[in-house]
Structures are given as C-alpha cells and as structure tokens.
C-alpha cells in the first residue's frame, strides 16, 4: 500500500497478485477486498509488521553510492518528526494532539524519529511514540542501530544534552 499511494486497497493487492504469479498466470484466483483486508489486520497485530521492517529497512548504498560514506564511514541521520494518525478516540487518547492557542490539531500526533542512511534515503530504524516525547529521546533508542563503520550525523538540538 506504501508503493502504489494513489490506488485502492483492491487494485494494490490485484498488482501484487498478478506480480507474484507472473510466470504461472492464474486467473482463478479471488482477490480480498477493502473490507477484508481490514478486518484481518487487526487479529495480526504490529508484530508482523516490526519483523517485515526489521527484514527489509537496512541500508542499500555501496562503495559507488555518491555522498554514502565519508572518512571510509557509512554515513546515517537522526531526525524527528511529527505525524498525522487518524482521527479515532483510540488514536487521540494514545498519542495526543498538539494543543495551541486556536485549539487542538485537527488529527491526533506521534512523534517519529528515524535513522536514515545519507546516500540513498533509505529508513534503517524507526521509533514512533505520543507526539509530547522529545526528539533527543528517540533519538537516544535509534542508536541501537548504529554500530562499528557508521558516521551518525544528528540534526540540531541533539548536540550537548545529557540522555
């Protein structure tokens, strides 16, 4: 779904389908619907979604990537960011939304923090947590990612603070 943004949740799993069983074509096969597809979410939890991340967010560049490594150093950024969720009580009572003068946000927040590798943007750990935790303290869990032959670059505001 995070590749073809602009489709159906349908025509998404038709694509995969169809992909899948190129050198077999098989017509006789019922795609899930919307609502399917949904509702089979839920029972799976986050779990198997934290183990695909695990599997396939990593870094990608090589010794030929322009701007992937400095000083024979991998180079990686921590940055944060705020998310929109959906509007749900669930959503809102769990991470929050930001309050200012005119009023609540219209969605409910988290905050995002992200290891990415600099030469090719790819996302190699991620954090998500209620939009009132700091960057710095998400960025303090991103470092279980970054080991020996890995420049980590900080944006502003992680420098010269004790964790």
């Not at 939890?45 to 870094?59: G, H, N, Y």
């Amino acid at each position: 779904m995070n590749l073809f943004t602009e489709e159906a949740i349908e025509d998404v799993m038709i694509k995969l389908i169809a992909g899948s069983h190129f050198p077999h074509p098989m017509n006789d096969i019922e795609v899930a619907g919307a609502s399917d597809i949904c509702q089979r979410r839920q029972p799976l939890s986050i779990v198997p979604m934290v183990a695909l991340f695990r599997e396939v967010c990593r870094p990608l560049a090589t010794a030929k990537t322009q701007d992937a490594f400095l000083f024979g150093l991998r180079l990686m950024a921590i940055d944060g960011t705020l998310e929109d969720v959906a509007d749900t009580l669930a959503n809102a009572n769990y991470f929050g939304r930001h309050t200012a003068s005119r009023g609540d946000s219209a969605f409910p927040q988290l905050r995002c923090v992200y290891l990415c590798e600099c030469g090719t943007h790819a996302i190699c750990d991620a954090g998500a947590w209620a939009y009132t935790t700091s960057e710095r303290s998400g960025s303090v869990r991103m470092l279980r990612s970054v080991g020996p032959g890995i420049l980590a670059l900080c944006d502003c505001g992680f420098h010269s603070y004790e964790t």
